[in-house]
């Protein structure tokens, strides 16, 4: 993160922009006043600029709300307002870093997620909480839960179960319409328990240690990302173990829990400090958790060396793979994917400001043709899955469905398996009403592995 610059900034910030530590610690933070008051005038900024009118539906939303006031202007909303713009948003940050002139250092100090943020932890504060959100964000309890019966969590929570889903939808608000994420009897921990042997020809051999995050998705509900990352790694002759002490916490971000999220930050840091000390890099498997560790965590807590010293030591799955690409090059034996790829490119990995990682790394594979899509998929955790807002987050991932049938690619890709699952969803209405088969879904790492015929 820069500094503030001592010299007046330019009009529409041209110079590096940053973001301020988040004052979780701080009871200002959590004044509803104040936050209502700082709210009015971000928004007011909003108003008399309006780039942002395509990016989700808080801009609209807010948009709208001034637009039918009274007054025509920001004064004429309210609290209520507030809460109808703050419930679209899903911290995919793209706001802040694809749009908005008028972040810091500029002087109008514009920060719309992390204002949302701040107004989401003050609502929390003050006792307003989601309980079936609270209970869909502990994910390692339930991962846990259902690891032993995962076959029955599967078969309950499935679409095609209509009376169990439908029995969902009325006690616990989950859209009986919604793909939910599958759970496995053998998690990523378990099939990696014993690390891969580096391959003694793999180019990277002897110079390169990686530890594995695994995330709470990969662990529980795709470890085939873990072992597909593990193999691909083995393969360069990269020494890998994977390491999951627990999530991310991204799930209570989301919900303004930030003591929360700075424990998680805490803990899993000094789980990994021993790893970097024996000079392992890190490396995390979705981008979600990726921002986390890179991002977020040390704006939470800033005055932590341990997290400071993983957030400079992780790297997302396909940068890595890029640069080892680029420092030692690639063991051969990569094989072309028939068919085509198309790379959704998940907000929080442009988030990242590493560039089109995954593309990349996909381009490496001789003889495939890979297409980018630019363009939220609207899914957003828990905004995608409850009744109330999953519509909306198919609003916004429409178009974004659209972009990819019209690629007519084989195998459908995203930084976030998430949102994967979400596209391949509407694309399953979009394709079949147009007689096409919807695309395989993968993690490009999974794609990445099986060019190499390795798994």
């Given at each position: 993160m820069s500094e503030t610059p001592t010299a007046p900034p330019r009009e529409g910030s041209l110079d590096a922009p940053f973001r301020r530590p988040i004052l979780w610690r701080d009871a200002e933070y959590y004044d509803l006043d104040k936050?209502?008051?700082?709210?009015?005038?971000?928004?007011?900024?909003?108003?008399?600029?309006?780039?942002?009118?395509?990016?989700?539906?808080?801009?609209?939303?807010?948009?709208?709300?001034?637009?039918?006031?009274?007054?025509?202007?920001?004064?004429?909303?309210?609290?209520?307002?507030?809460?109808?713009?703050?419930e679209a948003c899903t911290l995919c940050d793209m706001c802040f870093l694809t749009k908005c002139p008028y972040v810091p250092p500029h002087p109008f100090d514009i920060d719309i997620p992390h204002l949302i943020l701040r107004y989401r932890a003050a609502k929390r504060r003050a006792g307003e909480t989601e309980f079936v959100r609270e209970q869909l964000g502990k994910t390692d309890r339930n991962g846990k839960l259902a690891k032993p019966v995962a076959g029955l969590a599967n078969w309950a929570s499935a679409r095609e179960n209509t009376p169990?889903?439908?029995?969902?939808?009325?006690?616990?608000?989950?859209?009986?319409?919604v793909e939910l994420p599958k759970y496995h009897s053998r998690t990523a921990t378990d099939r990696l328990k014993s690390p891969l042997a580096p391959d003694p020809a793999g180019p990277a051999f002897g110079q390169r240690k990686v530890a594995l995050y695994?995330?709470?998705?990969?662990?529980?509900n795709e470890p085939d990302t873990a072992v597909a990352a593990a193999r691909v790694l083995a393969l360069q002759g990269v020494e890998v173990k994977l390491v999951y002490p627990e999530c991310c916490g991204m799930p209570q971000l989301e919900a303004g829990d930030l003591k929360d999220v700075a424990g998680k930050a805490e803990r899993v840091a000094?789980?990994?400090?021993?790893?970097?000390?024996?000079?392992?890099?890190?490396?995390?498997?979705?981008?979600?958790?990726?921002?986390?560790?890179?991002?977020?965590?040390?704006?939470?807590?800033p005055e932590d060396p341990a997290i400071a010293r993983l957030s400079a030591a992780t790297k997302d799955i396909a940068e890595y793979v890029v640069g080892l690409s680029k420092t030692f090059g690639l063991a051969a034996g990569l094989t072309p994917v028939p068919g085509g790829?198309?790379?959704?490119?998940?907000?929080?990995?442009?988030?990242?400001?590493?560039?089109?990682?995954?593309?990349?790394?996909?381009?490496?594979?001789?003889?495939?043709?890979?297409?980018?899509?630019?363009?939220?998929?609207?899914?957003?955790?828990?905004?995608?899955?409850?009744?109330?807002?999953?519509?909306?987050?198919?609003?916004?991932?429409?178009?974004?469905?659209?972009?990819?049938?019209?690629?007519?690619?084989?195998?459908?890709?995203?930084?976030?398996?998430?949102?994967?699952?979400?596209?391949?969803?509407?694309?399953?209405?979009?394709?079949?009403?147009?007689?096409?088969?919807?695309?395989?879904?993968?993690?490009?790492?999974?794609?990445?592995?099986?060019?190499?015929?390795?798994?």
């Open positions: 936050v209502h008051d700082e709210l009015q005038r971000q928004f007011d900024v909003c108003h008399t600029c309006r780039r942002c009118f395509n990016l989700c539906d808080s801009f609209p939303r807010m948009f709208d709300a001034i637009d039918e006031s009274a007054t025509g202007e920001v004064d004429g909303i309210g609290a209520k307002d507030h809460a109808h713009v703050a169990l889903r439908k029995l969902l939808e009325a006690i616990a608000k989950i859209d009986a319409e695994a995330t709470c998705f990969v662990d529980y000094a789980a990994f400090a021993p790893y970097i000390d024996d000079g392992y890099e890190v490396v995390a498997l979705t981008a979600s958790c990726g921002l986390m560790m890179k991002f977020e965590w040390p704006l939470i807590s790829v198309t790379l959704h490119h998940a907000c929080h990995a442009r988030a990242q400001n590493m560039g089109a990682k995954s593309a990349e790394m996909l381009r490496l594979i001789p003889e495939t043709r890979v297409e980018l899509v630019e363009r939220c998929s609207g899914h957003g955790g828990t905004f995608g899955v409850m009744k109330e807002t999953h519509q909306v987050a198919n609003k916004v991932g429409r178009p974004a469905a659209r972009q990819v049938a019209a690629k007519g690619n084989d195998t459908l890709c995203s930084d976030c398996p998430l949102a994967c699952k979400h596209l391949g969803q509407l694309l399953t209405a979009e394709t079949s009403a147009q007689g096409q088969a919807a695309p395989r879904q993968a993690h490009p790492i999974e794609i990445f592995a099986r060019a190499y015929g390795a798994l």
